[in-house]
């Protein structure tokens, strides 16, 4: 069986750690074609031929790629739909915007944010901010779905598949890109850091959220946030962790004075050791966290950021 | 303009979900439900577009069990001006498919001929962040997914999007859909006084067959399972304890 996997392409850049590991699920419905669509995506194209277990890349380098707009891009995956049974993604905002737009085009519901696959027909994914775990078995003759990259290892390098350029499909000139707004950082991706420290409405300010930067700088870390930071205009929303935010599954989550709502949880619950700081000892963060201290964040978080 | 609102009932947000014992689903007997929170944001910005007299009319439509009909009258109550009923399950654990909701919301949209489909971009129960991008799909509209801005100029509009790095600007032909998220606006409660005269307003009742759409899942239901629960952890007594304890884990 053939899938279709459609590479995460920032900037004509590959971003290597969400289509590894989107790959890994995708290795285990068939044989993989990845796409690259963007504009200026050749370098992305060969550094996704280097990903282990890819038989083949399509590069699309086109204008109408470049900022990930859904009606161009949806027209240009259905066109290679004929040879695929399955089509795939790893689940970004840009995915989340086309994947479902592809599915109807080809008359298949979408499955949105596996984190596990059963067979290639059937597939695990959260339900109620992940309260609950369903098993879907598709009957659609095109499986559409999209991969919550937190639950799979990314696959490895040292592939060396052919890359095959492609012509753009006709952009249905529906929409046009006017800006993107956003912030330069040189600390590691959300989605994909080591160690994340997250911030909640317990923060208080914006002003005051440079603790939570600090401590994260010298951890090496991203910094999160929970909705009641963002909502407050204490964090930007790229930071947002939980249901409708990201997902993420460091090996070490500091949350800090966050205090736990289910919401919340459903981004985070996978880290492998979870640290809370917060001053409420009944937070329903504390149920959840490996290690809890119960304490005035504003004095505990420069103390442990001075201690390490 | 007319600005079609589709409203979806579900478990209200601050009930803790419990999956039933025998694995086929979510309990949903005798539980709170409320219109989902994304969708009410939609309502929202229906209401503040007709208010600043971009936007005639607000209709809003739930496809569901008939016990939606009183989601429908909350979006009534907010301020929109009638609604439509679409019943296509008699049981609340039935959860009718993004994919056939977007089909009935095609033939709606046929018919009431709206410039603008203002949608939740997801729904808390099945998560699946679908519906408005089907619709588009299905329409041949433009999309603008998980907006946290909208401004609506003649025959386009412009909208600011929340995506991973941050906000993403795009210019959208009319007509749309737009899918809302968080922050777009923050909803109004409904009134005493506007309750009641959302009681008045016209609810029009149809079913799905009325739009010869088939509601089949496409995804059949093998189970529904508790996610694994994390081991309580242990609380610490200072900063050191904690530093030494998470050199002893291997995390630092």
């Not at chain 1, 919401?263 to 001053?279: C, E, P, R, T, Y």
Request: charged letters at 25%; hydrophobic letters at 45%.
């Amino acid at each position: 069986m053939a899938v279709l996997l459609i590479a995460e392409v920032q900037g004509g850049e590959l971003a290597v750690d969400a289509t590894a590991k989107a790959l890994t699920a995708a290795a285990q419905m068939g044989e993989v074609t990845i796409l690259c669509a963007s504009e200026g995506c050749a370098g992305a194209a060969e550094a996704a031929a280097k990903l282990e277990g890819v038989s083949k890349v399509l590069c699309a380098d086109d204008a109408a790629y470049g900022h990930d707009l859904a009606e161009p891009l949806a027209d240009l995956i259905v066109s290679l739909a004929g040879d695929y049974e399955h089509i795939v993604a790893p689940s970004t905002a840009a995915s989340k915007n086309v994947m479902p737009r592809v599915a109807a085009l080809l008359d298949a519901m979408v499955i949105s944010e596996v984190t596990a696959v059963v067979d290639a027909n059937t597939f695990e994914r959260p339900i109620y901010a992940g309260n609950a775990i369903q098993t879907v078995k598709s009957g659609d003759a095109k499986k559409v779905a999209t991969i919550r990259t937190s639950t799979f290892d990314a696959a490895g390098e040292g592939g060396s598949a052919s890359v095959e350029t492609i012509g753009a499909a006709a952009n249905p000139g529906l929409s046009e890109w006017v800006e993107d707004k956003v912030a330069a950082s040189d600390r590691p991706e959300l989605t994909s850091a080591g160690v994340v420290v997250s911030g909640g409405r317990g923060v208080g300010s914006e002003e005051d959220f440079k603790l939570i930067e600090g401590l994260a700088d010298k951890l090496g870390a991203a910094v999160g946030a929970s909705r009641a930071a963002v909502d407050s205009g204490y964090a930007p929303n790229d930071w947002q962790v939980g249901q409708t935010g990201k997902v993420v599954a460091p090996d070490l989550y500091v949350a800090i004075g966050i205090s736990g709502a289910i919401q919340h949880l459903a981004g985070m619950k996978d880290s492998k050791i979870i640290v809370a700081i917060n001053k409420d000892e009944e937070a329903p963060i504390f149920q959840v966290a490996d290690y809890g201290l119960v304490a005035d964040l504003f004095e505990a978080v420069p103390e442990l950021t001075g201690k390490l | 303009m007319k600005v079609l609102v589709p409203v979806k009932r579900v478990i209200d947000y601050n009930v803790k979900v419990r999956v039933k014992s025998d694995g086929s689903g979510v309990d949903l007997a005798n539980v709170k439900m409320s219109m989902n929170p994304f969708d009410e944001i939609a309502v929202e910005e229906a209401i503040r577009l007709k208010e600043a007299g971009k936007a005639e009319e607000v209709v809003a439509v739930s496809i569901g069990v008939k016990q939606s009909q009183e989601t429908l009258r909350t979006a009534l109550a907010m301020g929109a001006d009638r609604a439509i009923l679409i019943v296509a399950a008699d049981d609340v654990h039935t959860d009718i498919e993004p994919l056939a909701v977007a089909k009935i919301l095609k033939a709606v949209i046929d018919e009431e001929a709206p410039g603008l489909v203002l949608c939740g971009k997801q729904a808390i129960d099945n998560d699946m962040n679908a519906t408005g991008q089907m619709l588009a799909a299905l329409t041949g509209w433009s999309q603008g997914t998980f907006a946290s801005e909208l401004d609506i100029e003649g025959d386009s509009a412009t909208v600011t999007r929340e995506v991973d790095g941050g906000l993403q600007t795009i210019k959208i032909k009319m007509p749309a859909i737009v899918s809302v998220d968080l922050r777009l606006n923050e909803p109004r409660y409904a009134s005493l006084p506007n309750i009641m005269k959302a009681k008045k307003k016209p609810l029009d009742e149809k079913t799905a067959a009325d739009y010869g759409v088939d509601t089949a899942p496409r995804l059949e239901i093998v189970k529904t399972s508790e996610p694994e629960t994390r081991k309580a952890g242990e609380i610490v007594g200072s900063v050191d304890e904690l530093v030494a304890k998470l050199k002893e884990a291997g995390a630092l």
